[in-house]
DNA sequence: AAATAATCGAAACATTATAACATTTCTTTC
DNA sequence: GAAAGAAATGTTATAATGTTTCGATTATTT
């Protein structure tokens, strides 16, 4: 995978959303996954925040667009988009934000702006296979590995000199 | 710090807590911390667990011992051990551990073990500097790092061929 | 002792997540 | 294309986690 971005804050987001929804298809059309109206609505939603978003919060845009929906409706989603390796859940913020390249497994690691809220993915193999090295040498086998680094990011750092 | 250490399963973990309750007392009143009952109480409950406590189990528990508890109480314990290093939050288990070295500030890496729920410190600087260069690279500027690998301890290996 | 700050009590409320079970829709098989 | 089975969705209720607010009490300082 390639270096981790958070885009300009005025980037054109609609080509991100396009081009995740576009993936997403054609992903689980390689992995017969149902990719139903309702699931993609989640992820236009979640991809439609520049910032993770909650359960909640998402349920409230689920009925804005006219779904008569309940929190099951929202978490069933949620699950799906993760079993598929559409979403991520950032666990520091009990959110969910759109993976950046679904089409690969990858390592995930994230950058969490505190400032605006938005989330980069660093995805280095490399400290993936560190902490995993490191845990081994504890006797312990790996199975999942949640990094989440707080702070703030380049643009905010120039906006706002934290 | 040392090495990481899952302990055996049966060593003596009264041992554990009076260390822990001993060294929190010094910890607090070098730092002029208002280690009050309460808040020792909440430790040392958190600690005479083997694993992390959600902050609901802490509630039932203070009630068990007769004090007329509230949620507020306990966050408020919470609030104060985090504050002071005592304590650990683990985010992917929404559970509180006791910091197994408070007395010197540490990177914290944790390993947790899906069979026995026990959770251990990493505790390594080196993947902590990894971490936050790989976030300066991408200009961003880290605060806090959480770093939480689920996986199974070295005797849930033996024990269960997992 | 009075003033100030820190801690605690209590009630209400807010947020996040799941359980249980009925119904509908899609897919497969005949 | 009809029946059977599997997957997805609807619905209601409830569990689990976390916060706000405000008043009372206790500790510390002056």
Same mark, same amino acid.
């Given at each position: 995978?390639?270096?981790?971005?958070?885009?300009?804050?005025?980037?054109n987001?609609q080509?991100?959303?396009?081009?995740? +929804?576009?993936?997403?298809?054609?992903? &689980?059309?390689?992995? *017969?996954?149902?990719l139903?109206?309702?699931?993609?609505?989640? +992820?236009?939603l979640?991809?439609?925040? *520049?910032?993770?978003?909650?359960?909640y919060e998402?349920l409230?845009?689920l009925?804005e667009?006219?779904?008569?929906?309940?929190?099951?409706t929202?978490?069933?989603?949620?699950?799906?988009?993760?079993?598929?390796?559409l979403i991520h859940?950032?666990?520091?913020l009990n959110?969910?934000?759109?993976c950046?390249?679904?089409?690969?497994? *990858?390592?995930s690691q994230? +950058?969490? &702006?505190?400032? &605006?809220q938005r989330v980069?993915?660093?995805?280095?193999?490399?400290?993936?296979e560190? +902490?995993?090295?490191?845990?081994?040498?504890a006797?312990?086998a790996?199975?999942?590995?949640?990094?989440?680094?707080?702070?703030? &990011?380049a643009?905010?750092?120039?906006?706002? *000199?934290?």
């Amino acid at each position: 995978m390639s270096k981790p971005a958070f885009l300009p804050h005025d980037h054109n987001h609609q080509r991100c959303i396009d081009a995740a +929804l576009a993936e997403a298809r054609a992903i &689980c059309q390689r992995k *017969h996954s149902r990719l139903t109206p309702q699931r993609e609505q989640v +992820l236009r939603l979640i991809w439609q925040e *520049h910032r993770p978003i909650g359960a909640y919060e998402l349920l409230d845009k689920l009925r804005e667009e006219g779904l008569k929906a309940a929190p099951p409706t929202v978490y069933r989603a949620l699950e799906f988009l993760q079993e598929n390796g559409l979403i991520h859940r950032i666990e520091s913020l009990n959110a969910y934000t759109g993976c950046s390249h679904p089409s690969e497994p *990858h390592a995930s690691q994230f +950058l969490v &702006c505190q400032q &605006c809220q938005r989330v980069a993915e660093l995805g280095s193999e490399q400290i993936a296979e560190q +902490l995993s090295e490191q845990a081994r040498r504890a006797g312990f086998a790996s199975a999942h590995q949640t990094v989440e680094i707080r702070g703030t &990011c380049a643009e905010c750092l120039r906006h706002f *000199h934290v």
